[in-house]
């Protein structure tokens, strides 16, 4: 699931340390980073979904080889979710997987043990937790409406109601392990500390948060 970077607003909640600008261009390393990333599993059939409508152009030019585009159909979240996991799973796949743009150090490997659940029928649906309520990677293995419908997006109670409608659908769920995204300050400064002391992270996304913390390590040369 993508924004096409520069043709909508991006990060919103980090225009005011970042500008609108620079926010998008720390989006594009991350969407950058995870296509990169994707390309390189195995057993996968990758699809950039894409916002607003418009954007088939801009995400063609960013696409790695062998990514499909399709353009997110319907008015909220819920809807372009259900719509695009059910059209994904009408192509014939053993299970559809969702995921976001704004978790940049997730392990691939999270990704991989979803797409192995679903092919080999250990859960009908699959998600990936975040720290703040939501989840940054949602599968199933048959289209499930309901499963959508009625959850308060961008809040705390994301996961946690989402969990409890699929078990009302009496869905087996597997939940993979908790990981964080980036939307605020805080977590931009989290995901700088990480990195540095890891010495690496996805390739753009490092040197554009090195950059952007080069003067102290406390205080971002963006502040």
Aim: hydrophobic fraction near 40%; glycine fraction near 8%; proline fraction near 8%.
């Amino acid at each position: 699931m993508a924004k096409a970077p520069g043709l909508e607003p991006v990060k919103s909640r980090l225009h005011a340390s970042l500008t609108a600008e620079r926010a998008t261009d720390l989006y594009r390393c991350f969407l950058l980073d995870r296509l990169d990333e994707l390309a390189g599993l195995a057993g996968i059939e990758p699809v950039i979904a894409y916002t607003p409508a418009e954007g088939s152009e801009v995400l063609a030019a960013l696409a790695p080889p062998g990514f499909r585009l399709v353009a997110q159909r319907g008015p909220d979240l819920g809807e372009r979710l259900t719509n695009l996991l059910a059209d994904l799973l009408g192509d014939g796949h053993h299970g559809a997987i969702a995921i976001d743009s704004d978790s940049p150090t997730l392990p691939m490997v999270y990704v991989a043990n979803a797409a192995r659940g679903l092919e080999r029928n250990s859960a009908d649906v699959v998600l990936g937790p975040c720290e703040d309520g939501g989840y940054y990677l949602v599968g199933l293995q048959r289209p499930c409406p309901a499963l959508f419908d009625g959850i308060p997006w961008s809040t705390d109670r994301v996961l946690a109601l989402t969990v409890e409608k699929a078990r009302e659908q009496r869905l087996r769920v597997h939940l993979l392990p908790t990981w964080f995204d980036v939307d605020t300050e805080p977590d931009l400064r989290r995901l700088h500390r990480e990195m540095m002391a890891a010495g690496q992270g996805p390739r753009r996304t490092f040197a554009f948060v090195r950059e952007l913390f080069r003067t102290d390590a406390d205080r971002p040369s963006w502040a």
